[in-house]
RNA sequence: GGUGGGUUGGCCGAGAGGCGAGGCAACGGACUGCAAAUCCGUGUACACGGGUUCAAAUCCCGUACCCACCUCCA
């Protein structure tokens, strides 16, 4: 079977048939890097990583470009809230972003390309649309440069919509539109904002048009025509249908697939900072690990609403010890020293192929660990590591591989968190020891009372056919 | 007004005409000194009302409710 994708502009899933055989170009529209990032900023992020993971795996050689827009009207105004110029909030902000990346193990992207550092290309765009008579220079005298919607008939054919039925921007600055929908290209430096946020252009000093950047980016490193162009879902308009716009009337094909992902919502509400229900990344971290977190964001399909609660994220963090365990059991998890190879089952293959399902396929995960298990308690220690090793394989496709060395966190908490583990485990050797002995003369009585003691402090102990072991409750 | 999506068991979450995806929780059993972990088993779930069909959660018609986008948004 071929790989097949859902298509937001053909509304269906096709094949996937990349432009340059074995090759596959993917961009992402990136964020805004104006506030801490949550939950579901993150998403596309981890979306693309499934989808540029599974390309790899299935032998496309793939580019994959995703943008930062650090310019734009928030940035401007958050920084100017805060006292900050804007690119030192940018860039903190970006970094923040890194971070949280990083934290959910989101490989980076072939290259990521700065808005800010693409004037040029912009420009060199803008010029080509006013020259093919689908921009223009705005009539008041201004800077601006806009895009002129009638002039391009399919305008609206991504999102299926007819210019008239749009309803006319209510709050857009109309001055200089032949058209309300019109949709600025470059906006020209306004009073008050800092000279720094200002670029030299042949229409003035201004900054870009926040659509722009990606059809300059995607051009550059992509080409005129490439395969696949995401982001939310919310960005299908007007963000995708003016991309791709500027793009096509500029005499480039422009995306050939468009993936969308749905929403992270949380009390029924999409996060947002004035409402207060943001689940920041950094603060989710403080419940669940980093590998938890990327289970339960990719264990549901990237195409379905997912409505947060720390209830469901428990569970599938609960769920996904279960395959841990399983890997530790086998002598596969995070501190194995060698990785054995393995076929990915059959089932797996077709959940992903089939628009990256990763729900069906997390689906096989667990029925190939109730099999290991099952074969592990029968003693066939062969076969059932040989179902490990498939295990493994298919967590690695998700990037969601225990042994994976993203996982092991950077810095002093990590280091002193292992110190204490070790200094912990000293400590209970001895008890256990004791405990060991009381067993062994049939004394429950008192093991028991070990147990009791040490669970007591927070550490449940059990016994396994390899000798106790204990964990933080 | 235009465009698109949704409503599935106690909870989460797939599926898209015919065998109950999977997880969490619960209950029973095996194992265990007792537990834990693991395995085996246990559920008459598809918003509502009609219809089509041998067969509908899935297709059609209608109704209700929810959500997203319509130039700030992941």
Not at 271 to 287: I, Q, T
Not at 332 to 343: M, Q
């Amino acid at each position: 079977m071929t790989f097949r994708l859902y298509d937001t502009a053909t509304r269906g899933v096709r094949d996937f048939v990349p432009l340059v055989e074995g090759h596959a170009g993917l961009y992402l529209c990136g964020l805004t890097v104006q506030s801490e990032p949550h939950v579901g900023h993150l998403r596309s992020g981890i979306n693309f990583d499934v989808l540029q993971r599974w390309l790899r795996h299935r032998g496309f050689e793939v580019t994959f470009i995703r943008n930062v827009t650090d310019i734009d009207d928030k940035i401007l105004a958050k920084a100017a809230e805060q006292g900050l110029p804007w690119y030192a909030l940018a860039s903190a902000m970006k970094r923040e972003l890194d971070a949280a990346y990083a934290a959910l193990n989101v490989a980076p992207p072939t290259y990521e390309p700065a808005a800010t550092g693409h004037v040029p290309e912009m420009l060199e765009l803008i010029a080509e649309l006013i020259e093919r008579g689908h921009a223009y220079a705005a009539e008041d005298g201004s800077a601006d440069v806009y895009f002129d919607v009638r002039s391009w008939p399919s305008y609206g054919e991504l999102t299926r919509q007819g210019i008239d039925d749009m309803e006319a921007a209510g709050d857009a600055d109309p001055r200089g539109k032949r058209d309300p929908r019109d949709f600025a290209l470059w906006k020209s430096a306004k009073d008050g904002e800092p000279s720094t946020a200002s670029w030299p252009s042949p229409w003035g000093r201004g900054r870009p048009g926040w659509h722009i950047e990606c059809s300059a980016m995607a051009g550059k490193y992509l080409g005129p025509a490439f395969d696949v162009h995401g982001g939310g879902v919310d960005l299908r308009f007007p963000h995708h249908e003016n991309e791709q716009a500027q793009s096509r009337a500029a005499g480039r094909p422009f995306a050939t697939y468009w993936m969308h992902n749905a929403w992270i919502t949380t009390a029924g509400e999409k996060m947002s900072k004035s409402l207060g229900n943001s689940l920041v990344v950094s603060e989710v971290l403080e419940r669940v690990r980093g590998i938890e977190l990327r289970f339960y964001m990719v264990a549901s399909h990237y195409r379905s609403h997912v409505e947060f609660s720390t209830e469901a994220l428990e569970d599938a963090a609960v769920g996904f010890r279960r395959v841990e365990q399983l890997l530790d059991r086998l002598g596969l998890g995070a501190d194995r020293e060698e990785t054995p190879t393995a076929e990915l089952p059959a089932a797996y293959v077709e959940a992903l192929d089939d628009d990256l399902g990763t729900p069906a396929a997390v689906a096989v995960l667990h029925d190939t660990v109730r099999e290991a298990n099952r074969l592990a308690d029968a003693g066939d220690h062969d076969r059932a590591r040989e179902r490990g090793a498939a295990v493994v394989a298919m967590l690695d496709v998700l990037g969601l591989d225990p042994a994976d060395p993203a996982w092991r966190a950077s810095g002093g908490a990590a280091d002193r968190e292992a110190a204490l583990t070790s200094a912990l485990d000293s400590l209970l050797g001895a008890l256990l020891a004791e405990r060991d002995a009381a067993r062994a003369s049939k004394d429950f009585a008192t093991a028991d009372t070990i147990r009791d003691r040490v669970k007591a402090a927070g550490i449940e102990v059990e016994d396994t056919p390899d000798g106790p072991r204990w964990s933080l409750t």
